[in-house]
């Protein structure tokens, strides 16, 4: 089983709609998630931290922890073609850290 | 230096030959970090240093791999007879390393385009 596991897409959603990206990890002991955007061509770009439950909110973006369900999500309110890139989710446990392979997501115009 | 910075940018190497990549890391952060990206893949651990000892080098792909890294800040990543299988994007970063989980925020060099023909 994968540390960290995520919907690889790829995953379209219409201009201004939301888009949903979920991440599961396989570690109990989890204790830092990240969300990561990289764009077709450059280095991942830290976007969302997240380190207890609940949600966390940074403009257009959510991010949302269930650590009893070992789950991580990002919301995209208000996509825009600009948000169209591959998200990778990250997991530390203590100083391991753990990426997913990623979901393509394109914002349609 | 306002971020993780790496060279070269791209390198085209002839099978056999060893490259050296190198990575410098944000200004205080003791934590450094390799990772290989192939075309269309995710992100692949290659070691990681704390400081300039590397408690973990379970990632790297065979002994032809080999890194250091000095003063607890530059590092170089270096590849013996270089295989075409090892042409890859190699991404380094680094973050503060400490205790508290803010702290392991690891944040991206723009990555070397490694060729190897």
């Known amino acids: 089983q994968k540390e960290v596991e995520q919907n690889s897409g790829p995953l379209s959603v219409p201009e201004g709609a939301i888009a949903s990206l979920n991440c599961t990890y396989s570690?109990?002991?989890?204790?830092?998630f990240f969300w990561y955007r990289q764009y077709s061509g450059k280095s991942p770009e830290l976007i969302m931290s997240i380190y207890s439950n609940g949600d966390k909110e940074d403009g257009r973006f959510t991010a949302q922890l269930n650590k009893a369900s070992q789950y991580v999500s990002l919301l995209i309110r208000d996509s825009q073609p600009s948000d169209s890139a591959t998200y990778l989710c990250?997991?530390?446990?203590?100083?391991?850290?753990?990426f997913g392979t990623g979901t393509s997501l394109t914002v349609i115009p | 230096g306002a971020g993780v910075s790496q060279s070269p940018s791209n390198k085209v190497t002839e099978k056999g030959k060893d490259v050296e990549l190198r990575c410098d890391p944000i200004?205080?952060?003791?934590?450094l970090y390799w990772y290989r990206q192939s075309l269309g893949q995710g992100l692949e651990f290659l070691i990681y240093?704390?400081?300039?000892?590397?408690?973990?080098k379970s990632g790297l792909p065979s002994d032809r791999f080999s890194a250091e890294r000095t003063g607890g800040s530059v590092s170089t990543l270096t590849i013996q007879r270089t295989q075409q299988e090892d042409s890859a994007v190699y991404l380094c970063?680094?973050?503060?390393?400490?205790?508290?989980?803010?702290?392991?925020?690891?944040?991206f060099g723009p990555g070397t385009r490694l060729t190897v023909l």
């Open positions: 990250a997991v530390t446990t203590g100083n391991q850290f753990y």
């Open positions: 240093f704390q400081g300039n000892s590397a408690p973990d």
């Open positions: 970063a680094s973050s503060w390393g400490l205790a508290a989980p803010s702290y392991n925020e690891q944040f």
């Open positions: 200004s205080g952060h003791t934590a």
């Open positions: 570690d109990r002991g989890s204790q830092s």
